[in-house]
């Protein structure tokens, strides 16, 4: 049967009791008897029959999310929205959480333009004051071609709406200004928008690629939404903080608060957080019931009445209150001030249609509607128990529908039971539950009840995917730099360098003992930026010694070497007849529909890949890179358990005791329904415990053993060893790596690293190793709430105080060992019922291991430690970290740092922690903010990548490469890596294209007046110098006129001096010269008799007069009529257009 949308199938069914509503039409309506997710499918036929708008209001945050998601598989995607709350946690002086406004203004958007939809809100986000509809109608920049604006005039609207200008455009929230063109990313719609100017006139408005920088779709009109919901001018502000310095002088309160704010607000710039303190801003205020239209249905989903609920709310933020710090408390704005008044509400809602779901407490003329819906059996998760029960209802006439999240989870589902029950349809949708519907003879199962799992739907922002242009990898001045001909150096800047007639900018490089090299814009190709470790500066090479060229003699001969080895292996392991594993069987089926969360694309290539391996004749030795909780593990358990169905023993080793209990852990808890045997072997445990996991190994009575190295030794042997996971290899000892080199000859070897590796060494690789990488993050993962703030003890208390009070732990992160212990002191006095535990790296391991294990066992609630938190351990109950002195750690420690909360579904939160900001230098403060205000894409996150990626490629590579890699550079490595293994493979390796001598008095440069940002200029002469065809300098011209306008003779200069450049290579020409006789004189370095076969061919089609030196090198010499340079330039490429044969 063929499997459907949800969608599809859900609008041949009527909910019961529904077109009697729409005929009787009453004010109030309350249906009783709904069960399972029944409710949606209320809400979604309401919706439907009535052709009305719908709210529906809920009690939290969580359930609004789940229904939206279950609403979205009844109606579709576009006829669904979230409203939600502006703030997850009450006075947490933040701003709402980018995606959060982001949800805010699109349901607000909508409404302005009186959309019908299904709407989804918690009763936080009615009560919370919201500006009126008019107020927010008149924030929005509205702009369409032919419209008459100044680029200064909409440069003051962005900024006073909360938007950054930047040089260039990569996030969202910033705007640029180059010419005529301004770019800017709102935060509404998918891509940044490029709106060009014909003087004070918007001649175009086009979408544009964040990553390529370059437009594709153009528009006739634009909406930009401010960045912020509740945008202050800075009259405003200036007349708020006025009234606080008068309260201060009035009451005798301490003004520092004041001038704080003042700092943060007018000097800095920074309006974080500024929502809290609504009341001394003067502006009117209303809520989201401003927004409906009349004729808007409100549907009650909650069976507590809607006075206790909002009572509720307020209680919240009074509770919350209570834990502000005594310095803002004469400041901050009261719930009162926050929230409307209950009265309000509940009066306004009087005027709308409303229908309660369940609730016990309705107006008296409420008309009730009594349906008999029954909820989805949990029945044993055997198929033929759920077989059984789904035949039974079909005999009884009711149609069975079997509801799945994705199109992979509906066809196993159709192969485990489409055989024995043919009239089942199955389809494609999320809900939470399934129901029966005795009344119109139909049931709705889910697949997540089927099989007990707790999926959570949550909002995920789409990525946007392209290749960077500039990126992080762009240059600024003082940057370390790497030349491939001369080596390591400071990039000063670009200066122009005038050399007889014409003018070029070169980039200015100085070396050790301060010698400088210009580069011209030729070779800028040559330059990349220097990427090693993290805050190591690198040593500057010497000029006019052979140091460097040793030193990349030295790094490709180790590289050889290494790739030889990795391929011998591989080539090693190819003749090798391994393990053919069976085929997937029904049990296999079973475990994999078991796991509870829906695997990712990546997730699913490494499973696949890791299958075929494992079912091909040659033994498989596979790497599975991956960040912890994106799912290598559920790769790993599937493997062992397709081999445990083979007939073969696993074993699995971690390097530390703790990540091997780990591992047990999960193993026994996925594999509890199904018949494997699984032991556990560390130096941890008494001989007496390892005896009988020992023998029971040697009979093959038990399936996988998971342990640390112990597995390894002499006393423990396997009956039938088929598969080894070996969990974090680069951590075990030399010993260790050879006996598990030797067992990479007789068993399946599946490898796991938490540590990411970089693209181009995995692309360096292909042919050497087999890698599987998982980049993305499992659908149900969060983005952490992130604060960045200065240090103060309210803060922290707070923190740990709102983890604790949800049954969460804390990481408190310090990285001097010295003052470990008086934080203890203090954390204990700040949250007296927290029991907190210090460790740091200088304890002894087995020590350390032990803190650990007590605290994943939840024996303690706060871990205080250096940054030596585990990297590879999973603790979904750890949902706060602190990081004290964040300014002091660099960006891709903090971000490997703040990925160590938010692996379950609760929202995570990670407190970045500064002594006052005025101690702290601007690029800190700067690094600090990217990770507070971006939480997954964006430049900052690229850098911390990179430098995670350049650790993980000394973890796979060995540490002695790692030292090659901080001695020449990233960039360079991988490449002498990739001919290594290309060389060694015996295939070809690309040549340093031929050196090219231009000297035509052009003026060719690109004028800051053109591209003002440094940066970008030296990327766009990068990209010039690397161009090896007339396609390419099309691609870059193209993308000029669009980033940049229109060029001037100057870049149009450039753009044909590389054209020349591309023919001199391909006709084998090293000098190209025209001189003061307007001579142009060729020099030929390239086939001698090819050469002069090419030559003799334009000799005789041209009717220009040339002079031929046939003596090695061959020299052409002509006279050219044209004068100016421009035109002999034009010439020039002709000629040599003609000896190539184009």
Not at 415 to 436: H, M, Q, R, T
Request: with cysteine; proline share 4%.
């Amino acid at each position: 049967m063929k499997i459907e949308h949800f969608q599809n199938i859900w609008s041949s069914l009527s909910f019961p009791g529904v077109s009697q509503w729409i005929t009787e039409n009453p004010h109030n309506s309350l249906f009783t008897g709904l069960n399972g997710s029944s409710d949606v499918f209320l809400i979604s036929d309401l919706f439907e029959k009535s052709q009305r708008p719908v709210l529906v209001l809920v009690e939290s945050s969580k359930k609004a999310e789940t229904l939206v998601e279950e609403c979205k598989s009844f109606l579709g995607d576009d006829a669904v929205m979230l409203f939600p709350s502006r703030d997850a946690v009450p006075y947490n002086m933040k701003s709402p959480f980018g995606p959060t406004v982001e949800a805010r203004f699109g349901v607000l958007s909508a409404l302005l333009e009186s959309a019908k939809k299904v709407y989804v809100a918690p009763y936080a986000a009615l009560m919370q004051k919201i500006l009126p509809r008019k107020n927010l109608f008149n924030k929005i920049i509205r702009l369409q071609t032919g419209d008459e604006i100044s680029i200064s005039t909409l440069s003051e609207w962005l900024t006073e709406s909360g938007f950054h200008r930047e040089n260039k455009v990569t996030d969202i929230g910033t705007f640029s200004i180059r010419g005529g063109i301004v770019d800017v990313y709102p935060l509404l719609g998918e891509n940044p928008l490029r709106i060009e100017f014909w003087g004070d006139t918007v001649d175009t408005i086009r979408e544009f690629d964040v990553f390529t920088q370059k437009s594709f779709e153009s528009k006739k009109q634009i909406q930009i939404f401010p960045m912020k919901e509740l945008c202050f001018s800075d009259l405003q502000i200036d007349s708020a903080l006025e009234k606080m310095a008068e309260h201060c002088r009035e009451s005798g309160t301490d003004s520092m608060m004041v001038h704080k704010l003042e700092h943060q607000w007018k000097s800095v710039g920074d309006l974080e957080g500024i929502e809290w303190f609504l009341h001394w801003f003067e502006q009117p205020y209303s809520s989201i019931l401003d927004y409906i239209s009349s004729d808007t249905l409100i549907v009650w989903n909650d069976l507590v009445p809607i006075g206790r609920r909002l009572d509720e709310s307020r209680q919240n933020y009074a509770r919350h209150l209570e834990r502000v710090p005594e310095l803002y408390l004469p400041f901050i704005s009261p719930p009162d001030k926050l929230l409307h008044v209950d009265d309000t509400i509940i009066g306004d809602l009087g005027f709308y249609d409303t229908v309660f779901v369940e609730t016990l407490d309705t107006p008296p003329d409420t008309l009730s509607f009594k349906v008999s819906i029954n909820e989805q059996p949990q029945l044993p998760r055997e198929i033929e128990s759920l077989t059984d029960d789904l035949k039974s209802h079909n005999e009884n006439g009711l149609r069975c529908i079997l509801v799945s999240p994705n199109l992979g989870h509906a066809e196993r589902m159709q192969e485990l039971i489409a055989d024995s029950c043919p009239y089942v349809e199955f389809a494609i949708g999320f809900l939470l539950k399934g129901f029966i519907d005795n009344e119109n003879r139909f049931l709705l199962y889910t697949e997540a009840q089927i099989f007990n799992r707790s999926v959570r739907p949550v909002r995920v922002k789409k990525q946007k995917s392209g290749i960077p242009i500039t990126g992080f990898d762009a240059l600024s001045p003082q940057d370390y730099v790497v030349h491939e001909d001369h080596g390591i150096a400071r990039f000063i800047g670009i200066e122009r360098v005038k050399t007889g007639d014409s003018q070029s900018d070169c980039m200015v490089l100085i070396y050790a003992d301060n010698a400088k090299v210009y580069v011209p814009v030729d070779d800028f190709h040559k330059v990349q930026k220097y990427v090693g470790k993290e805050s190591i500066a690198p040593s500057l090479s010497k000029i006019g010694t052979s140091s460097w060229e040793k030193l990349k003699t030295r790094t490709r001969e180790s590289l050889k070497e290494m790739a030889q080895e990795l391929i011998d292996l591989y080539a090693k392991r190819e003749f090798l007849e391994g393990i053919m594993f069976q085929p997937d069987n029904l049990w296999q089926k079973e475990f994999e529909d078991s796991f509870i969360y829906e695997e990712t694309p990546d997730q699913l290539r490494a499973i696949k890949d890791s299958k075929e391996d494992m079912e091909s004749k040659k033994p498989m030795d596979r790497l599975i890179c991956g960040d912890v909780g994106f799912g290598k593990t559920e790769v790993a358990m599937r493997a062992a358990f397709k081999a445990v169905m083979s007939g073969y023993q696993v074993a699995v080793l971690a390097p530390t005791t703790i990540l091997a209990a780990q591992h047990y852990s999960t193993f026994c808890e996925r594999m509890s329904n199904f018949p494997v045997k699984i032991g556990m072997l560390s130096r941890f445990l008494k001989p007496g415990e390892q005896k009988p996991v020992l023998q029971k190994l040697r009979d093959g009575e038990v399936d996988i053993a998971i342990g640390t190295h112990r597995v390894l030794s002499e006393d423990v042997v396997f009956k039938n060893l088929g598969l080894l996971i070996i969990d974090e290899e680069q951590r075990f000892g030399v010993k260790h790596k050879e006996k598990l080199k030797q067992l990479r000859f007789q068993v399946d070897v599946l490898s796991m690293t938490a540590t990411p590796i970089p693209r181009t060494l995995h692309m360096s690789l292909i042919g050497a190793r087999d890698l599987s990488i998982i980049n993305t993050p499992p659908r149900n993962r969060l983005p952490i709430e992130t604060k960045v703030a200065e240090y103060h003890d309210e803060l922290v208390k707070n923190a740990i105080e709102t983890e604790l009070e949800r049954g969460g732990q804390v990481y408190f992160v310090n990285n001097r060992i010295k003052n470990l212990d008086a934080l203890q002191d203090k954390i204990e006095q700040l949250v007296p019922k927290a029991r907190v535990i210090s460790a740091h790296g200088q304890m002894d391991e087995k020590e350390l291991e032990m803190i650990m294990k007590e605290f994943i066992a939840g024996r303690y609630d706060v871990l205080l430690s250096t940054v030596i938190i585990e990297n590879g351990l999973d603790i979904p109950n750890v949902n706060t970290i602190i990081v004290n002195r964040a300014d002091t750690l660099g960006l891709s420690q903090l971000y490997q740092l703040r990925g160590r909360v938010g692996r379950s579904s609760e929202q995570a939160y990670a407190y970045f922690l500064t002594p006052s900001f005025k101690q702290v230098n601007e690029l800190s403060l700067k690094r600090l903010r990217a990770l507070e205000q971006y939480t997954d894409l964006g430049s900052g996150f690229q850098i911390a990548m990179r430098d995670l990626e350049i650790r993980g490629a000394g973890n796979i590579l060995g540490t002695r490469q790692h030292g090659f890699i901080a001695a020449v550079g990233f960039e360079l490595y991988c490449r002498l890596l990739q001919d290594a293994v290309k060389e060694i493979r015996g295939e070809k390796v690309e040549t340093t294209a031929q050196e090219v001598k231009l000297e035509i008095p052009l003026q060719a440069y690109i004028p800051t007046e053109y591209i003002s940002d440094g940066a970008t200029r030296i990327a766009v002469y990068q990209e010039l110098s690397s161009v090896s065809s007339f396609q390419d300098i099309s691609d870059v011209e193209k993308s000029m006129n669009d980033r940049f306008g229109a060029m001037p003779g100057s870049v149009d200069a450039l753009l044909l001096l590389m054209k020349i450049k591309i023919c001199a290579r391909n006709t084998g020409t090293s000098r190209v010269a025209v001189n003061k006789d307007d001579e142009l004189v060729l020099t030929f370095e390239g086939d001698q008799e090819q050469v002069k076969e090419n030559i003799g061919k334009v000799i005789k089609s041209s009717d220009l007069q040339f002079q031929i030196q046939y003596e090695t090198p061959i020299t052409l010499r002509t006279k050219l009529a044209a004068r100016n340079a421009h035109d002999q330039a034009l010439q020039s490429l002709d000629i040599l257009s003609r000896i190539s044969g184009n």
